[in-house]
C-alpha cells in the first residue's frame, strides 16, 4: 500500500474527568523507538504501559527544557563567573517567573502576544548599545517579535546580514519587511511593553 497517510497533530478525546485517549499516526521508526524504551526502562519500570513509557520520556524533555532556561529547582548558591554579555541563570529564573513564560510583546489592542513558543530572552536596551543582562533590561520575546524589535532598533539592512529577508515578511507581515531598510526610532512604550 503506497497510499500517503495524512500526517495531523494528535487528537485528543475526553474518556473521563481524567482520562484522554490520543489518536497518533506515528512511524515504523517511532514504534521502534518506544519499544526500545520499554526494554531500556524494564528495571525501573517493569510491565510499563506505553503511556508510561512516554511519560518519563516527556518528564525528562520538560526537565532539560527547564535547565536550560535556569529554571532549576535548587539553584547554585554561587553564582558561576560568566562573560560580561552572557545572560545569568538567576537573571533567567527571575525574567522567566515575571514574564509568565510567554511573550511580552505589547500589542496594539494593549494586551501582549503571550505565546509560548520558540521563546528568547530579549535586551530591552541591545547588548550592542551597552545594554545590561538585568532582570529589568531583559524580557522573555517569540522569535518572531524578537526578530521584529530587532529591526526596529537596527534596521532592515543591517538585520538582513543575520536574518534573512522572509523571516522579516514572517515579523511583520509586510513583504518590505517594516522600514524598508531606515533605521528607525522606537517610542520606548513599544519596545519595554508591560513588565
Known amino acids: 500500500m503506497n497510499a500517503q497517510i495524512s500526517r495531523k497533530a494528535p487528537t485528543f478525546e475526553p474518556l473521563t474527568a481524567d482520562l484522554r485517549r490520543m489518536h497518533l499516526t506515528v512511524t515504523k521508526r517511532f514504534e521502534a523507538k518506544v519499544a526500545a524504551a520499554k526494554e531500556a526502562l524494564s528495571h525501573s519500570h517493569p510491565g510499563a504501559s506505553t503511556e508510561v513509557i512516554l511519560e518519563a520520556a516527556l518528564d525528562l524533555l520538560l526537565d532539560r527544557a527547564k535547565k536550560r532556561k535556569g529554571l532549576v529547582e535548587k539553584p547554585r548558591r554561587e553564582k558561576r563567573p560568566s562573560r560580561p554579555d552572557h545572560i545569568p541563570a538567576e537573571v533567567k529564573r527571575a525574567v522567566w517567573v515575571r514574564d509568565g513564560g510567554c511573550c511580552r510583546w505589547a500589542l496594539e489592542n494593549g494586551g501582549?502576544?503571550?505565546?509560548?513558543?520558540?521563546?528568547?530572552?530579549?535586551?530591552?536596551?541591545?547588548?550592542?548599545?551597552?545594554?545590561?543582562?538585568?532582570?529589568?533590561?531583559?524580557?522573555?520575546?517569540?522569535?518572531?517579535?524578537?526578530?521584529?524589535?530587532?529591526?526596529?532598533?537596527?534596521?532592515?539592512?543591517w538585520m538582513d546580514r543575520y536574518a534573512p529577508a522572509s523571516k522579516a515578511t514572517a515579523a511583520t507581515g509586510r513583504r518590505d519587511g517594516g522600514s524598508a531598510g531606515a533605521r528607525s526610532e522606537v517610542p520606548a512604550a513599544a519596545l519595554t511593553g508591560p513588565t
Open 112 to 157: 501582549v502576544c503571550g505565546s509560548r513558543q520558540r521563546l528568547q530572552y530579549d535586551h530591552i536596551q541591545p547588548k550592542a548599545l551597552g545594554g545590561k543582562p538585568t532582570i529589568e533590561n531583559v524580557r522573555l520575546l517569540c522569535a518572531r517579535h524578537n526578530l521584529l524589535a530587532a529591526r526596529k532598533i537596527f534596521g532592515d539592512a
